[in-house]
């Protein structure tokens, strides 16, 4: 067979494929089918099931996290020479990343930031920082000289400017004063926005913050960490509805339940009080916080209206309570459940 007859041979196959291609689009009838049709699972269902796969090649697994384990010290050494620590590659991080601040990061104050979750107050994050550095000053200082600090303005009434400014202050003169921030998943649905990851970037410029951080971004010292575990995200897609489950309250309930639990106690008694006055006022549009502050204050549970307030942002931050306006212009609180889930709610967290 020469060439010419080869060519030929190709064209012809090729004119028939198209042929094909065009008679069938012509002749083919169109779906009537809709994807809201699709008769999905129940979420709860669909989680025991994924929950109750068989880990794989554990050996393997377990050899791996050891080989990371041996560079711990080395982790340490990277954050104290100024670079911000990125794990990146296959499976979650969060316990290798929780485990290495438990064992290596011992003489320092560790903030962790879930970026997994809908909604982060960064402000917050940024006061607590700048809490516990001046913690350590004043008690690096007391050490030292024997003489207490100067006293600061409340760092919860100052701005986000002075706040950072504290943060990178050369004033402290105390060099080996430093927090570590951790966060998981940094370009996660609460820190993506531009506002959000230009507060982490400011952060991360501050020269008594030592980072360490999963996820990306161009604004960072990164010493990148190709650190794959292969371990099952179960933590941080507990907060996000599987594509193909129906997205029910015994879902919510559930999620709920796992982030209170993980609360302090008086937390908790301070959801309960929420809680049951919603049960028992059905008809209110919420809570005031003005009343909820005073019930909580008669019971023993927070000391003063800041304490109560950073209960609040812990809720807020879960998606537990939203906000809203009464009739009478007061704001409110109210817990985004049904009444019978916000009963079994309550019934699992005594």
């Keep these: 067979m020469d060439v010419d007859e080869i060519e030929e041979e190709e064209f012809g196959f090729s ?30 269902e669909l989680r025991e099931v994924a929950a109750s796969i068989e880990p794989k090649h554990e050996k393997e697994v377990n050899e791996l996290i050891s080989s990371y384990k041996r560079l711990y010290s080395k982790w340490v050494f990277v954050l104290r020479s100024g670079f911000a620590l990125l794990m990146y590659g296959f499976g979650s991080k969060k316990a290798l990343i929780e485990d290495f601040a438990s064992k290596s990061l011992t003489e320092y104050s560790v903030v962790v930031v879930n970026g997994y979750l809908q909604s982060i107050n960064l402000k917050q994050v940024v006061i607590t920082l700048a809490e516990l550095l001046w913690d350590q000053v004043k008690l690096r200082q007391k050490t030292t000289s024997g003489s207490l600090c100067k006293s600061q303005q409340p760092f919860n009434t100052r701005s986000m400017s002075d706040l950072l400014t504290f943060l990178d202050s050369p004033d402290l003169e105390v060099e080996e004063c430093f927090v570590c921030i951790l966060v998981h998943n940094i370009d996660g649905p609460g820190l993506r926005d531009s506002d959000s990851q230009q507060c982490l970037a400011s952060i991360a410029a501050c020269s008594h913050v030592l980072w360490d951080k999963k996820m990306v971004h161009t604004q960072y010292d990164w010493y990148w960490c190709h650190a794959p575990t292969f371990a099952p995200y179960k933590v941080e897609s507990m907060f996000f509805p599987f594509i193909l489950a129906h997205g029910g309250s015994a879902q919510s309930v559930k999620t709920a339940s796992i982030v209170l639990q993980s609360l302090t106690p008086n937390a908790q008694n301070v959801f309960k009080v929420l809680a049951e006055h919603q049960l028992a006022h059905p008809d209110e549009e919420g809570m005031p916080i003005n009343n909820l502050y005073s019930t909580c204050r008669e019971r023993f549970l927070v000391s003063s209206q800041v304490t109560l307030n950073s209960h609040l942002t812990e809720f807020k931050d879960h998606e537990l309570i939203k906000t809203k306006r009464n009739s009478d212009g007061q704001d409110c609180l109210c817990i985004p459940l049904a009444n019978e889930a916000l009963q079994k709610l309550i019934a699992d967290i005594v």
Excluded: C, H, M
């Design 15 to 44: 004119r028939n494929y198209f042929l094909a291609k065009e008679l069938g689009s012509s002749s083919r009838k169109k779906s009537a089918r809709k994807l809201s049709e699709i008769d999905l699972v129940d979420e709860e």
